[in-house]
């Protein structure tokens, strides 16, 4: 079992920059890792994802502006966000799962970190 904290959200204007970090108490060297994001009133939502083997993909909206990569030994799962977008407003969650999982973990949503940008 893993414990996720998510920080490195703040306040930023349109085109500025921000990196989240994911910190677990154990290497995931053998867990697929993901970001998710939860506007106001809205559903969750994937933003990026990572595997064990190091493979990525993010949602559509994210690409070429988000970069999500990791650092097995540390226990620590980043996403660097550029050219932030008012639209990336939101609460952003990490989680994992095993590779073979078709799930996520539930028990592991934290708070989360907010991220706001402004116009």
């Known amino acids: 079992q893993v414990q996720l904290v998510e920080s490195g959200g703040g306040s930023v204007q349109a085109g500025g920059s921000l990196r989240l970090a994911c910190a677990a108490s154990r290497t995931l060297s053998d867990y697929v890792v993901a970001w998710f994001r939860q506007p106001p009133g809205k559903e969750r939502e994937l933003v990026a994802r990572?595997?064990?083997?190091?493979?990525?993909n993010y949602v559509d909206s994210a690409k070429g502006r988000f970069t999500i990569f990791r650092d097995n030994a540390k226990g620590m799962v980043y996403l660097q966000m550029n050219t932030l977008k008012p639209e990336d407003t939101a609460v952003y969650y990490c989680?994992?799962?095993?590779?073979?999982?078709?799930?996520?973990?539930?028990?592991?949503w934290g708070q989360g970190t907010q991220v706001t940008v402004s116009s």
């Open positions: 989680n994992v799962k095993r590779d073979i999982s078709i799930v996520w973990t539930p028990e592991y």
């Open positions: 990572i595997t064990s083997g190091g493979n990525t």
